[in-house]
């Protein structure tokens, strides 16, 4: 898709398909840093940095959906309007690289987060593997992804999304049945640091890429 970043490929046919998702008013460029560092645990897996498809209406960067004047009244509404092109996005990339939904990795952070974690209540599986950074579901979910696992990462002291969004989440997840985990990192604000990083690492390499 355009403007998205192929930040790391195998010289071989890749056996993994890592794709990191920004923010609201961030760019494909601003997670390059957590491409790069994966690349160098997943030798062989193909990591893209995706770019959101619209001008971010806060005046830079790039957005899925508006966050001018959301609520818990309008935000699922906004998530379900954009989510045809982000499932559309996932399926491009899998095409491109010849990896299916079993060996694809969706990585989000804030507003990518929501948007990869609503994509677990779509009626087709995307990923394997969902791991969320600093996000939370636009509703509660409703459904067990049966063939998702879902991680779950946020910072303690994130202002701008509460830690207790993950904890819902988490806990709804269970009850519905689903394979999710939670951790969170004290003092860690509205970010990604060398933790996160590490625990990503070790939540990835808990699974195992299968043929569909």
Known sequence: MQDSII?????????????L????????????????????HFA???????????????????????????????RATRVADAMPRFVQTVQHWQGEMQV??????????????????????QPISLARSIIAIAGRFAQ???????DTHVHLMHGDADPVMPAQLSELALGQLRTLGASVTLDRFPGLGHGIDA?????????????TPTPD
Not at 7 to 19: E, K, N, R, S
């Open 140 to 146: 509660l979910p409703r459904n067990a992804p049966p």
């Open 7 to 19: 930040v790391h490929q195998p010289t071989t046919a890749p056996d993994q398909l890592i794709l």
């Open 44 to 74: 062989h897996a193909c990591i893209v940095s995706v770019r959101s498809p619209d001008a971010s209406d806060l005046g830079t960067g790039w957005q899925w959906f508006s966050v001018r004047g959301v609520d818990e009244a309008n």
């Open 100 to 121: 299916v939904a079993a060996a694809t990795a969706l990585i989000g952070f804030s507003q990518g987060a929501i948007m990869a974690l609503e994509s677990t209540q």
């Open 195 to 207: 933790r996160v990083l590490e625990r990503i690492v070790e939540r990835m390499r808990g699974w």
């Open 21 to 40: 998702f920004h923010g609201v008013g961030s760019r494909a460029e601003d997670l390059l840093p957590l491409g790069q560092a994966l690349g160098r």
